[in-house]
């Protein structure tokens, strides 16, 4: 399959990561994918949920939602429906287990760390980006706490990113687009750390069942991804350090 540009394979699109995009958060980007665009915010709140009273920890949580011209055709505003998005629901939910995964409570107590994450333009991708734009976020957020003198060190003891990955008319391809994503046999999302532990793989065969050689082959794609990806996330947050 010839991809946009003659995009190899293996190449993920470019990626490019500008730290502090808002203005008034405790930590924010707008990570650019391609043509998938997402603004990262985390927000410090001091308050944790019932279950962590007193308990000396802090806590991390996320939303996800999609402008209404972010894709093809206008996608109704949640508050307009009077439900939040069962697909919007399920990513928060992944963005939300993949930054906790790496984080130490207890060096935060008492503070909790809301994560948002809005697709301004979708091209595919927009739930993997969305959790690699919230690493950074959260590690600016983090980082402002400390300068506060709020918190004496960086909880996370591991980077988190993620990248898709699939089969496209029988060949594997790398950081799937809209259209790629749309035909693909197979469509798996992979979560890991910068030191490339899995977090989370998400995925599925959409028309044939595959052995699990090929499991194998995605992840060492994904891998290196990943390893490119944490790169970029620690040059973003060292321009503002």
Same mark, same amino acid.
């Given at each position: 399959?010839?991809?946009?540009?003659?995009?190899?394979?293996?190449?993920? @699109?470019?990626?490019?990561?500008?730290? %502090?995009?808002?203005?008034?958060?405790?930590?924010?980007?707008?990570?650019?994918?391609?043509?998938?665009?997402?603004?990262?915010?985390?927000?410090?709140?001091?308050?944790?949920?019932?279950?962590?009273?007193?308990?000396?920890?802090?806590?991390?949580?996320?939303?996800?939602?999609?402008?209404?011209?972010?894709? %093809?055709?206008?996608?109704?505003?949640?508050?307009?429906?009077?439900?939040?998005?069962?697909?919007? $629901?399920?990513? $928060? @939910?992944?963005?939300?287990?993949?930054?906790?995964?790496?984080?130490?409570?207890?060096?935060?107590? %008492?503070?909790?760390?809301?994560?948002?994450?809005?697709?301004?333009?979708?091209?595919?991708?927009?739930?993997?980006?969305?959790?690699?734009?919230?690493?950074?976020?959260?590690?600016?957020?983090?980082?402002?706490?400390?300068? @506060?003198?709020?918190?004496?060190?960086?909880?996370?003891?591991?980077?988190?990113?993620?990248?898709?990955?699939?089969?496209?008319?029988?060949?594997?391809?790398?950081?799937?687009?809209?259209?790629?994503?749309?035909?693909?046999?197979?469509?798996?999302?992979?979560?890991?750390?910068?030191?490339?532990?899995?977090?989370?793989? $998400?995925?599925?065969?959409?028309?044939?069942?595959?052995?699990?050689?090929?499991?194998?082959?995605?992840?060492?794609?994904?891998?290196?991804?990943?390893?490119?990806?944490?790169?970029? $996330?620690?040059?973003?947050?060292?321009?503002?350090?």
């Amino acid at each position: 399959m010839t991809r946009k540009k003659n995009r190899p394979a293996d190449e993920m @699109r470019p990626v490019t990561i500008t730290p %502090n995009y808002m203005k008034y958060a405790e930590g924010s980007c707008l990570i650019e994918t391609g043509d998938t665009k997402i603004i990262c915010t985390a927000s410090v709140d001091y308050k944790v949920p019932p279950f962590l009273k007193d308990k000396g920890e802090g806590w991390l949580t996320a939303e996800y939602s999609m402008l209404p011209r972010s894709a %093809n055709n206008r996608i109704p505003r949640d508050s307009v429906k009077g439900r939040i998005n069962g697909r919007a $629901q399920e990513i $928060q @939910r992944l963005i939300g287990r993949a930054l906790r995964s790496v984080i130490r409570f207890s060096d935060f107590p %008492n503070i909790t760390i809301l994560i948002d994450c809005d697709v301004i333009s979708a091209d595919g991708g927009t739930r993997t980006a969305s959790i690699t734009g919230a690493y950074v976020a959260a590690y600016l957020a983090f980082l402002d706490l400390i300068k @506060r003198g709020e918190i004496e060190k960086i909880p996370f003891y591991d980077s988190v990113a993620a990248v898709s990955i699939g089969i496209v008319k029988g060949g594997v391809l790398l950081d799937l687009d809209y259209p790629e994503d749309s035909v693909a046999e197979l469509d798996f999302n992979f979560v890991l750390t910068g030191s490339g532990k899995i977090i989370e793989i $998400q995925g599925c065969a959409e028309k044939t069942p595959v052995e699990f050689d090929i499991l194998m082959k995605l992840y060492e794609f994904s891998k290196g991804a990943i390893s490119k990806i944490t790169e970029l $996330q620690h040059k973003a947050i060292n321009s503002v350090i």
